[in-house]
C-alpha cells in the first residue's frame, strides 16, 4: 500500500512541476506575443505602402473595382432598377467581379467571351426548349437529357483544340453553365425564354460596366506592359552582368556572399528574365484582344514572346556567371587581379549592347547599324591576351602535376599503414598468415566509419591533385563572359526581327 502512495505522490508532484514549467513558459510567451501584436499595425501598413508605391496603377485598379461594384449594386439598391430586373441583378454584380481585370485587353477578353457564351447558350437554349415543347412530358426530359450530353461532350471537346484553348477557353466554359442553368431548369419552369433575356441583360450590363472602366478611365492597356516588361529584362540583364563582373574581383568572403538573400541587385536582375514565359504569353494574348492605334495592321505580340525566349536563353549564362560568385574552390586575388581590367571592359561593352537594344524598343527605332563596334572585339582580343600571358595559371606543368600525385598517393599509403601498424609492407607481401589478418581487419571495420576515413580522401586527391585546380573557377568565368558575346547575336537578331514586324522608325 505504502509504496503506491509513494509512486501517487511523486506522479502528482510531477504534474505539479509540468504544469508551473508550463506556465512559466506562458508568462515568457505572453510579453513577446503583446509586443508582436503592436508591431503588426505598422508593419501591415508598411508592406501595402510598399505595394502601393512599387506600381501605384494598383491602388487605381482597386479603386476602379469598387466603383463598378457600386454602380452594378445599384440595381439592387434602388427600387425602379429593381422592379424592372429582380432578382437576376446579381448577375451583373458576379460579372463584375470576374470579368473586371488589370489591363483593358484581359477585361475584354473574359468581357467578350462571356457575353458571347452567354448569347450562344441562351439562343441554343431556346430553341431546344421549342423542340422539346412540341412533344410529351417523357420525351421532354428524355431530349433535355440527350441534348445535355450532346453539347456538353462537344463542348469539352472542342476545349482541346489549341487555338480555341488558348483565345476561347473562357467563353466556352461560360457557354455550359449557361446552357446547362437554362436547359435543365426549364423542365420545371415554363418562363424560359424571360429567365434567358434576364440573364442576358445582366451580364450586358455588368460587362459594360468593366468596359468603361477598363478602356476609359485610366485604362492600363496589356500591349505596353510586356513592352515596358521586355525593356526591363534588358536592361536587367545588363545590369546584373556589370554587378556580377565587379563583385567579382571585390576581395569578399565566401561566408558572406552566402548569406546573401534574394534581396540582392544582381539576382533581382535576372529574376524577372527567368520567371517571365507565363506572363509574356498571357500579356501577349490579351493585348491581341485591344484596339490599339499601330502602323500596323496587326502589331506582332508573339514576337515579343519570342524575344523573351531568347532573353530566358541569355539570362541562363547570366545565372552561371552569378554561380562562379559562390565556388568552393576560389581563384586567389592575386590571380584574379591579372585580369580584371579585360574583363570589366568586355562586361562593359556586353552591357552597352545590351542597353542600346532596351533604347531602341522603348523608342520604337531601329538599332544603331554599329551596335556590335569594334570596341566590343578589342575587349575579346585583350582578354585573350591577358589569357595567354599567364600561361602556367591556366595550363600548369606536368611534371610537376606528376610529383604531386605521387606524394598524394604515398600519404594515403601512410594513411593506411597508420590504420593497421601490426602490418608492415613486407609482411603483407611475404607472409600469407599476415595478409589474411589485415582483410579480416578491414572487414570487421563498420560501412559507416570506411565512408568517413574513405570520402575526404577522395574527394581531397581528386581536387588537389589538379595544380591548376584554383585556376579552373576563373577559366569558367572568363568562357562564360565569351559565350554571352555568342549570345549577342541571337538577341540582337531577334530585335531586329521584332523592329522590322512593328514597322520601327529608323535610326
Partial sequence: MFPKVHAGMEMAMERNGYCTKTMGNWEKHIPIFAQKMKTYPGLLWKKMWKVGHDDPRRVIHAFKVGLSLTLVSLLYLMEPLFKGIGQGAIWAVMTVVLVLEFTAGATLYKGLNRGFGTLLAGSLAFIFEYIATESGRVFRAVFIGAAVFLVGSAATYLRFFPYIKKNYDYGVVIFLLTFNLITVSSYRVDDVPKIAHDRFFTIAIGCGV?????????????????????????????????????????????????????????????????????????????????????????????????????L???????????????????????????????????????????????????????????????????????????????????????????TNMLALAAAQASQKHEKAPGVSLSS??????????????????????ERKVLRPQLSKIAITSL????????????????????KLDNVIEEVEGLGRAACYKEY
Wanted: aromatic share 8%; charged share 25%.
Fill in 210 to 310: 468593366c468596359l468603361l472602366m477598363s478602356l476609359l478611365i485610366f485604362p492600363n492597356w496589356s500591349g505596353e506592359e510586356l513592352h515596358n516588361s521586355t525593356v526591363l529584362k534588358l536592361e536587367g540583364l545588363a545590369k546584373s552582368i556589370e554587378a556580377c563582373v565587379t563583385e567579382y574581383f571585390v576581395a569578399t568572403d565566401i561566408k558572406d556572399t552566402e548569406n546573401q538573400c534574394s534581396e540582392d541587385p544582381i539576382y533581382e536582375g535576372y529574376e524577372g528574365v527567368l520567371d517571365s514565359k507565363s506572363k509574356d504569353e498571357a500579356l501577349a494574348l490579351y493585348a491581341s484582344w485591344e484596339p490599339r492605334h499601330s502602323r500596323c495592321h496587326l502589331f506582332p505580340w508573339q514576337r515579343y514572346v519570342k524575344l523573351g525566349g531568347v
Fill in 428 to 449: 603483407v607481401k611475404t607472409d600469407s598468415s599476415a595478409l589474411m589478418e589485415w582483410k579480416s581487419r578491414r572487414a570487421s571495420d563498420s560501412k559507416e566509419a
Fill in 467 to 486: 595544380e591548376f585546380s584554383e585556376a579552373l573557377p576563373f577559366a569558367a568565368f572568363a568562357s562564360l563572359l565569351v559565350e554571352m558575346v555568342a
Fill in 312 to 402: 530566358r536563353h541569355f539570362g541562363y549564362t547570366v545565372v552561371a556567371l552569378h554561380g562562379c560568385l559562390r565556388t568552393e574552390i576560389p581563384t586567389p586575388q592575386s590571380a584574379r587581379t591579372l585580369f580584371k581590367d579585360p574583363c570589366n571592359r568586355l562586361a562593359g561593352e556586353i552591357s552597352k549592347v545590351l542597353m542600346e537594344l532596351a533604347n531602341s524598343i522603348r523608342n520604337h527605332r531601329h538599332c544603331s547599324p554599329e551596335i556590335l563596334s569594334d570596341h566590343l572585339h578589342e575587349a575579346l582580343q585583350d582578354l585573350n591576351t591577358a589569357i595567354k600571358s599567364q600561361p602556367r595559371l591556366v595550363l600548369g606543368s606536368n611534371k610537376n602535376q606528376a
